[in-house]
């Protein structure tokens, strides 16, 4: 509905042209919008109402500049403010010589413990050597679920159901020690924030083991009481940083910019996806687009970069500016992209997504529908890759014949690759600092 | 504490903050545009989403003037009332007289499936019922485990396969397992699932397709475990279940928590999804069934 700010805004400024200066009546209609995404987008009522003051106050009466329309000029406040409340900056973790301890926390199922075991296996592979204590004695099966992920990436850890949670945390970092490891990572179980019992074990646990980072670990698809707990964990325990997790899911997020306004704590990492390699940096830009709605452009020519073979993108560079994109080069490109998820989450990090066709968007890229392309493209004639313009109706009967398809797939397909071309003509290459910089073009090319 | 007691005091203790401020906005005073603003920021802080408070504003708006109210506490009534009749419009799902009946819990990650399987596995059993619970996430780390125990605590057999073994394969044998062991009740976990995600989506179609095959007219219920602090994204994931197979009702879990749960009321809205029951705590007691007008008046009163 308001799956794009950047179309809502089109339409409320659209009659706005060029003026000197920022109204009142211009900024208000804008307000509204931003208003509405924000809260479509979950962030907590309270931030939304203090976040719009503050666009607000800076969008009156500012100058246009001359190569922006007014439209445009509100976005990127909006821009600004956003990333400015996200924090400018990535986030680390801070560690200390010799042993350091990280604390998870949070409510239940927010993802505490696939997290704990994801960060051990990130700082595995930046060279530290980590240990995990499963510090949950409640929650069926939690010390076990620790014990096989832990092995999984050949990590230690320790728990003892026999014991009290506090007791487990202080043993296990001795035993961290005596391992040889260098940082302990202690998973604790899910708990609500008004369970005094649970949230004074919690404090209990933290004043024990003093840990170097006490993380939140919150579920990105939370609504607008994700304040009250981040409030009362960050009361609590006085939290030194947020993660992020099912960041892979289509929620738009609005939940790290309510826990960041209340705690005032950086999300440093975001999990997006089951697999325990599935942790990414936080990038503060690129959620505040996401939740904005206006298109994750960085994420994209990130996720491009890294499933693309670079020659090949090299190659395909060069064909698109020679305009010699084909059905052989769509067949490679879609090959790439299977491994990027479907074409819809593509579709959907790019701001002029909006515009594109419905059936290009939902376009799947599951083994199935590459499977069908593959065979339809097996049964054209060379000529007929190279250009598929000479695709006649009895030549689509023949391929639908041939690959045992309909001529609806052959139209579907030869629909989607056009519209494709025209997408891959926009983005150019993978090649970072050109796509980049295309890029930055196409965002400022905001629909206005 | 009966049932709905145990409901409504969850609630109610959860709705403080939510409940506070509509004290002060329905005690007194005329109803003016400023009442309806906070009405409306106040369904939103419930998760309740802009275009369904906008809705029941109106609504209430129109009984208003139609009903000629007055006073802010008559409104609130208007309210109740509207809320209860938006939540109690569908047929709430009953477990159709089938032997076995096939109850499948799905939803995305983290959500509350294994341990609301749990938790229905205890109800029926307690009603003198055999009960069987299928350890259907193969995929995450101890996830049969888990079930496992929990099936142990509330004294029913458990259907499992090694980790990693085929989802439909597992519910295809279960219910052999199920027509061989005379069971009356069936439950399936499932493994959490984001609803964006098309192949994991398409699992679950086939394990539908595979539970009906070996038992036309199975599943007789499935149910969708929504955690109760989602905001507007349980929408999309209602939709998305419902397109693979067809839900019944909803679990709201962890409604002991801050949260209101509003977002049921946009997918009652939009889907005719109603709620089966609600989760109220981590024990194997806390499930109580959805009561349409309870849940509103916990919503608007104290
Ligand atoms: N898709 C997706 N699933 C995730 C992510 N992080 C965790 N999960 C899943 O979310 C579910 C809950 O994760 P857990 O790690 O068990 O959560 P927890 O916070 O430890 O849960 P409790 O200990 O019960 O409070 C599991 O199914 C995980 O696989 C993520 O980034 N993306
Ligand atoms: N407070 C509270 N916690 C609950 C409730 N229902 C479930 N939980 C907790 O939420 C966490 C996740 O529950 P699970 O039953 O494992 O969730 P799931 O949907 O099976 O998770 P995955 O299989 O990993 O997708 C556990 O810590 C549960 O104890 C509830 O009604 N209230
Ligand atoms: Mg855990
Ligand atoms: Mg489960």
């Known amino acids: ?448 | 504490m009966s049932l709905l007691n145990q409901f409504k005091t969850s609630l109610a203790r959860s709705k403080s903050g939510f409940v506070d401020r509509l004290g002060s906005l329905f005690g007194s005073g005329e109803i003016n545009d400023e009442f309806f603003e906070e009405l409306e920021e106040t369904l939103v802080s419930g998760d309740v989403g802009v275009q369904t408070s906008l809705k029941l504003v109106d609504q209430l708006r129109e009984a208003i003037g139609n009903q000629k109210v007055k006073e802010r506490e008559e409104a609130r009534k208007l309210l109740i009332q509207i809320i209860t009749d938006t939540m109690s419009s569908g047929e709430n799902s009953t477990l159709a007289d089938q032997k076995p009946a096939v109850i499948l819990l799905v939803g995305v990650n983290g959500s509350g499936k294994t341990t609301s399987a749990a938790k229905l596995a205890n109800l029926y059993r307690q009603q003198g019922k055999k009960v069987l619970l299928v350890a259907g996430d193969t995929f995450r780390a101890a996830a049969i485990e888990q079930l496992e125990i929990w099936s142990g605590r509330a004294g029913v057999d458990l259907i499992k396969q090694e980790p990693g073994s085929d989802p439909s394969a597992l519910f295809f044998d279960a219910m052999n397992a199920a027509k061989a062991r005379d069971a009356d009740v069936v439950i399936g976990d499932t493994a959490g699932r984001l609803h964006s995600k098309y192949n994991l989506m398409k699992e679950l179609n086939k394990i539908y397709r595979v539970v009906g095959r070996n038992l036309p007219g199975a599943p007789h219920q499935v149910l969708l475990v929504v955690d109760a602090t989602t905001g507007q994204n349980a929408v999309a994931q209602a939709r998305s279940f419902n397109e693979a197979l067809a839900l019944d009702g909803l679990i709201l879990a962890k409604l002991d928590g801050t949260a209101r749960g509003g977002i049921v009321i946009n997918i009652q809205d939009e889907l005719e999804i109603p709620v089966s029951y609600v989760g109220t705590g981590e024990k194997i007691e806390d499930l109580a069934p959805f009561n349409a007008a309870d849940f509103a008046h916990a919503l608007l009163e104290d």
């Open chain 1, 1 to 448: 509905m308001f799956s794009n700010l950047g179309e809502k805004l089109q339409n409320t400024l659209r009659r706005l042209k060029g003026k000197g200066k920022l109204n009142e009546k211009d900024v208000d209609a804008a307000m509204r919008e931003i208003r509405l995404a924000l809260l479509e987008a979950d962030v907590n009522f309270k931030v939304v109402k203090d976040f719009v003051a503050a666009v607000r106050e800076r969008a009156v009466g500012h100058e246009v500049m001359s190569s922006l329309t007014p439209g445009q000029q509100v976005v990127k406040i909006v821009n600004e403010e956003m990333t400015r409340l996200m924090g400018q900056d990535q986030s680390t973790l801070s560690f200390t010589r010799g042993q350091t301890s990280i604390m998870m926390v949070g409510l239940q199922g927010s993802g505490k413990t696939t997290t704990a075991v994801k960060l051990a296996s990130h700082l595995k592979r930046e060279g530290r050597s980590p240990f995990l204590v499963a510090a949950d004695i409640y929650r069926p099966g939690a010390v076990k679920q620790l014990e096989v992920l832990t092995e999984s990436i050949g990590v230690k850890s320790y728990s003892n159901l026999e014991e009290d949670p506090v007791k487990i945390c202080s043993e296990g970092l001795k035993m961290a020690e005596r391992e040889g490891c260098d940082v302990t990572i202690i998973d604790t179980a899910g708990r609500l924030h008004l369970d005094d019992e649970m949230m004074s074990e919690i404090t209990e646990i933290k004043n024990t083991i003093n840990p170097d980072e006490v993380l939140l670990v919150v579920d990105a698809m939370t609504g607008q009481d994700a304040v009250n707990a981040a409030s009362s964990f960050q009361e609590a325990l006085g939290l030194s940083g947020v993660i992020l997790t099912k960041l892979d899911g289509d929620t738009r997020g609005g939940a790290a910019l309510s826990v960041r306004a209340v705690t005032g704590c950086p999300v440093k990492y975001v999990g997006v996806g089951e697999k325990l390699d599935a942790l990414e940096p936080f990038y503060p830009d690129r959620m505040a687009s996401r939740i904005l709605g206006m298109g994750d452009v960085l994420s994209l020519i990130d996720k491009a970069e890294a499933s693309i073979d670079q020659d090949k993108a090299k190659e395909m560079e060069q064909k698109l500016r020679k305009q010699q994109f084909t059905l052989d080069d769509f067949k490679d490109q879609i090959a790439q992209l299977r491994g990027m998820g479907s074409l819809e989450e593509i579709m959907n990090m790019l701001p002029e997504a909006g515009n594109l066709p419905k059936e290009v968007k939902q376009m799947s890229m599951n083994e199935d529908n590459f499977k069908r392309v593959e065979a339809i493209i097996g049964s054209m004639t060379k000529g007929e890759r190279q250009n598929p313009a000479i695709l006649n109706s009895s030549r689509r009967r023949r391929i639908a014949m041939g690959s045992g398809t309909t001529v609806q797939d052959i139209n579907r397909l030869i629909n989607q690759f056009n519209q494709m071309q025209k997408m891959f003509k926009q983005m150019g290459g993978a090649d970072k600092k050109g796509a980049s910089k295309k890029m930055k073009k196409m965002k400022k090319r905001f629909p206005f």
